[in-house]
């Protein structure tokens, strides 16, 4: 940023001369940038536009630019030069070392990494196709204007019908938020019930980033224990929460499935306690043994849960765009509360995903890769059985994009991870997901499968047979 001072007795353009020439040779402009057109910069700094062409021609006679005519002045390469060089050098020297050394994953053949979709499944050709007729519909009015608080109301109505049909949640578009990712949606959530609950309640082993989030916003942590079959509800009676957090379609790590009369439960301790569901529905597209499970919130009749849901894990993550869907009351509160909140997705990927819904394209999509993913599901379950046999128990199968492995043969969770990169596979701790460290058997590792090709997932399975034989 040029800043100028006419108190000094120092000419303007050889102020702007020095303040350009400090940022070519530390490197802030780097080699081949455009600098502002004089015109440009003689009006952002209310100055004539000569004493920015004299600055201008100064640095070019010196040779830190170069003048390209009908095009402007590129900033030369200046590598190698004696004078004041030795910022630009090493921010050079770091760039082109950065670039050699190779990403943390690249160093390892097989990387059972998680958050990572194939890219081959990302429908790109059709998603161009439906950005193209989504901006055409896009008004000028539209685009210089916040639009919706909630998020425009024709995406907020087809996904109240997809959820509706999908996952039974008895939903209006009128209730539904529109969010830039989970966290985003509980970080929301938090400030709207801040005076009415002080503590929560979630599931341990469970997923970091919400546990976090809580914290940080202020809220005690209760964490409440699983079975094989979800939360323990007798420890949650006992924790004297009245705000719980869970993911019962596809309980995160650790896979476990809900069934419909804990559910029940669930629902009645809420009622009992004038308390709050918070139904992350987690993975519940992702099912490869049988239909989807339907949500707590299909069952709740008294207005005790709040849904959230994302596309992350079905289409992308990097497009930010989850959603939130509040019972009446609690969307009463948060529009009389939340009033100068606007909708944090930008309108341009609310109306392509709008319109890739009701083209069918997302239902299409859905199948498409529930079909990709059980073909590396059942691989990765098939060669573990194969080469690993009992020297491990499989944690989590039938659902989502991850399983949990947990060794027989007394390796340690460390142990399990160094043994496999020593071998080119990475595998990841499981230990992260637990606040109570103590109820850990630290004996377990977390494979995902989401961004792994077939053939590396039998290859690698292969090199954690010989690293934990």
């Not at 400090?22 to 910069?41: A, D, H, K, N, Q």
């Not at 920015?52 to 390469?77: D, H, P, R």
């Not at 995406?155 to 969010?179: E, F, H, M, N, W």
Request: aromatic share 10%; proline share 4%.
């Amino acid at each position: 940023m040029i800043i100028l001072d006419s108190s000094l007795a120092t000419p303007l353009y050889i102020q702007i001369y020095n303040q350009l020439k400090e940022e070519i040779i530390t490197g802030v402009r780097m080699e081949g940038s455009r600098l502002p057109s004089t015109r440009y910069l003689a009006q952002t700094l209310a100055v004539g536009r000569n004493t920015v062409e004299n600055a201008y021609l100064q640095l070019s006679s010196e040779g830190y630019v170069k003048s390209i005519t009908g095009s402007g002045y590129y900033v030369e390469n200046i590598y190698g030069m004696e004078v004041g060089v030795k910022g630009y050098q090493n921010h050079k020297t770091a760039l082109e070392d950065k670039k050699k050394q190779p990403e943390h994953h690249q160093s390892y053949p097989y990387n059972f990494d998680y958050g990572h979709l194939s890219p081959e499944y990302f429908p790109l050709g059709v998603w161009k196709k439906v950005s193209n007729k989504a901006m055409t519909s896009l008004t000028a009015e539209e685009m210089t204007s916040y639009g919706e608080r909630l998020g425009g109301l024709g995406l907020r109505t087809v996904l109240a019908d997809y959820l509706r049909k999908s996952r039974g949640v008895p939903c209006s578009g009128d209730q539904i938020i529109l969010c830039s990712g989970t966290d985003y949606a509980l970080s929301i959530l938090c400030q709207l019930v801040r005076n009415s609950f002080k503590a929560i309640a979630f599931e341990d082993p469970g997923y970091p980033g919400a546990r976090e989030l809580f914290a940080n916003n202020g809220l005690s942590l209760l964490p409440v224990g699983l079975e094989k079959d979800g939360l323990n509800i007798a420890e949650l009676e006992a924790s004297g929460a009245r705000m719980v957090y869970v993911t019962p379609s596809h309980q995160f790590p650790s896979g476990a499935v809900m069934p419909i009369q804990k559910r029940l439960r669930l629902l009645e301790w809420a009622k009992r306690n004038n308390g709050i569901i918070i139904e992350d529905d987690y993975d519940s597209e992702l099912r490869y043994k049988s239909r989807p499970i339907p949500s707590i919130s299909s069952v709740d009749t008294s207005g005790k849960v709040i849904y959230t849901g994302t596309i992350s894990k079905a289409l992308s993550p990097s497009l930010r765009l989850s959603y939130m869907v509040l019972p009446i009351d609690w969307m009463e509160r948060y529009k009389k509360e939340f009033t100068m909140y606007q909708c944090p997705v930008s309108i341009i990927q609310q109306r392509i995903m709008e319109e890739f819904i009701n083209s069918g394209y997302w239902e299409s999509h859905l199948r498409k890769i529930c079909g990709a993913n059980k073909k590396k599901h059942d691989l990765l379950l098939h060669v573990i059985q194969e080469e690993l046999g009992d020297k491990v128990i499989i944690h989590g199968k039938n659902a989502g994009l991850h399983i949990l492995l947990e060794s027989t043969l007394g390796l340690t969770e460390t142990e399990m991870i160094e043994k496999a990169k020593e071998n080119g596979v990475l595998v990841y701790p499981v230990s992260r997901f637990w606040q109570r460290k103590d109820r850990y058997l630290n004996n377990m590792v977390f494979l995902g499968f989401g961004s792994i090709s077939e053939t590396d997932i039998f290859k690698g399975v292969m090199q954690l047979s010989k690293a934990w034989s």
